[in-house]
């Protein structure tokens, strides 16, 4: 095994939170997911964190629950879209276990995220767009880099496990 914890990054609708739960059952691991983390922790949705409190407070609830997980092992973390672009939590993670790139192309995710206000960060297309583009050098310096477009979870979560398990 070349891990004993995974963690997914990519962009929103990149399928991490479904991806990490596939995996975690195939392994017999735990999943983990930041999102619903913080969503835990702040009692309510991401999107209301955003917009009573704005980014910058919620990329420090995000980093503090990056930290608490930590020296956990066995577990399968689904990151949110932005927590590997930060290079502290970027080193963190690369650090605890292994990065997987879940890499879908942008077509594919725009027709997956809806631009409702569910996402803050989509509602604008162009804006979705850039950071698409923005985010990319970051998800690069993961470790591995699954191609996520082209299959379902099923294929990608036995790519991933053959992958760690050779």
Same mark, same amino acid.
């Given at each position: 095994? $070349?891990?004993? $914890?995974?963690?997914?990054?990519?962009?929103?609708?990149?399928? $991490?939170?479904?991806? /990490?739960?596939?995996?975690?059952?195939?392994?017999?691991?735990?999943?983990?997911?930041?999102? !619903?983390?913080?969503?835990?922790?702040?009692?309510? #949705?991401?999107?209301?964190?955003?917009?009573?409190?704005? %980014?910058?407070?919620? *990329?420090?609830?995000?980093?503090?629950?990056?930290? %608490?997980?930590?020296?956990?092992?066995?577990?399968?973390?689904?990151?949110?879209?932005?927590?590997?672009?930060?290079?502290?939590?970027?080193?963190?993670?690369? *650090?605890?276990?292994?990065?997987?790139?879940?890499?879908? #192309?942008?077509?594919?995710?725009?027709?997956?995220? #809806?631009?409702?206000?569910?996402?803050?960060?989509?509602?604008?297309?162009?804006?979705?767009?850039? =950071?698409?583009?923005?985010?990319?050098?970051?998800?690069?310096?993961?470790?591995?880099?699954? !191609?996520?477009?082209?299959?379902? /979870?099923?294929?990608?979560?036995?790519? =991933?496990?053959?992958?760690? %398990?050779?």
């Amino acid at each position: 095994m $070349k891990a004993d $914890k995974v963690y997914l990054v990519g962009f929103m609708g990149s399928g $991490k939170t479904t991806v /990490a739960r596939a995996l975690a059952r195939r392994l017999d691991w735990q999943a983990s997911d930041i999102d !619903e983390l913080i969503e835990q922790r702040e009692h309510e #949705p991401v999107a209301s964190v955003f917009a009573r409190h704005g %980014e910058p407070y919620f *990329r420090a609830v995000e980093r503090a629950v990056l930290l %608490e997980q930590l020296g956990a092992r066995h577990v399968v973390v689904a990151t949110g879209g932005g927590t590997f672009v930060d290079p502290q939590n970027r080193a963190a993670i690369n *650090r605890d276990g292994v990065s997987v790139w879940l890499d879908v #192309p942008l077509e594919r995710l725009i027709a997956r995220v #809806p631009a409702d206000g569910r996402r803050p960060l989509a509602a604008d297309r162009a804006e979705f767009e850039q =950071l698409y583009a923005s985010r990319r050098a970051a998800y690069e310096q993961a470790h591995h880099r699954i !191609e996520g477009g082209r299959a379902g /979870a099923d294929a990608i979560v036995e790519e =991933l496990a053959d992958w760690l %398990e050779t």
